[in-house]
């Protein structure tokens, strides 16, 4: 091979591997689907371990090495600009007065952020876990490629996705595909953004009308999207880390969680309590069922004879 090929392969090689330095986390639901609780703490701020719900998608962006991340923001969001402030304060913040919906919603981070090279996009109440190819493949940033959604196996009836060769053909409430997982990577290139809602596969991903990359693997994934689904999470969460010393280690560092308080024995975190999860910050004032979680503790709260959620007053039984 010629100098000049050479030197036109390293360029060539160059795009299709530039790195994506600019991430962008879906956050600006009303939270209705996490119950009376969701009105007074916002989805994104539901703690997970030391962190929150928008923390743990902060850090999966850094592991990609994004150092521009950007929250949009709608629902009590004093409440998260006052948390990402103090917690991660390189984070901006993309307030909207009117939702947008997911869709509006990326476009309106076109416009302001006017990012011109491929970013990436994740919703803010999951876990998510991606084996090192599935990265690299998510990392690629060449210009002339379309956007690129990640899917795994699961059961996911809003996502259930056709895929022919690598391409997006429907999406179905029926089980049997990939699902998505709320991670995509999206090329702005030929997005006439507006700031108006709309719909992620109807303005964003247009599989109809545009070939829609998926790439498919066999993560880790784990939804918050309601109260029970935050619990269940929770507790395979735990599990998770328990089993996996290096994901433990790599949280510790991470400042993800505190081992110190997690006991091994009853399976519970900040407590005594045999599987009750205890993230109020204060010692228990009252004995509460195995897979209780404790956001906010009130004094006059009424102890519940099932497994609940509690923040303050509020109180979601199961």
Request: aromatic share 8%.
């Amino acid at each position: 091979m010629n100098s000049v090929s050479t030197q036109t392969f390293a360029n060539n090689w160059q795009v299709c591997t530039m790195p994506i330095n600019c991430g962008f986390i879906l956050a600006a639901g009303k939270g209705s689907r996490m119950g009376p609780i969701g009105n007074e703490l916002p989805k994104v701020l539901w703690p997970v371990f030391e962190s929150t719900l928008v923390g743990l998608q902060i850090n999966f962006l850094k592991q990609f090495g994004v150092s521009k991340i950007w929250v949009n923001t709608h629902h009590q969001a004093d409440l998260v600009k006052n948390y990402l402030a103090r917690e991660h304060p390189d984070a901006k913040i993309l307030f909207e007065p009117t939702l947008l919906d997911s869709g509006g919603g990326i476009h309106n981070f076109i416009l302001e952020s006017q990012v011109k090279d491929s970013f990436l996009v994740i919703n803010s109440d999951q876990y998510l876990k991606l084996d090192e190819a599935t990265k690299q493949r998510m990392k690629e940033s060449d210009s002339t490629k379309p956007s690129l959604l990640c899917a795994m196996p699961g059961a996911a009836p809003y996502s259930s996705l056709r895929v022919v060769d690598n391409k997006l053909v429907s999406i179905s409430k029926e089980p049997g595909g990939p699902m998505f997982t709320g991670l995509s990577r999206i090329n702005p290139t030929g997005i006439i953004a507006k700031k108006q809602p709309s719909k992620f596969f109807e303005t964003v991903c247009d599989y109809k009308n545009t070939n829609i990359e998926v790439v498919e693997c066999d993560g880790e994934f784990l939804d918050f999207g309601s109260p029970l689904l935050y619990r269940n999470s929770m507790k395979k969460l735990l599990h998770k880390l328990l089993s996996d010393e290096q994901l433990l280690n790599e949280w510790q560092e991470a400042g993800l969680i505190d081992p110190q308080k997690i006991n091994p024995k009853l399976l519970s975190y900040g407590c005594d309590q045999a599987e009750v999860f205890n993230f109020s910050g204060e010692n228990l004032e009252q004995h509460w069922p195995k897979g209780s979680i404790i956001l906010k503790q009130d004094a006059t709260q009424t102890q519940s004879a099932a497994p609940c959620i509690v923040y303050g007053k509020v109180v979601e039984v199961f």
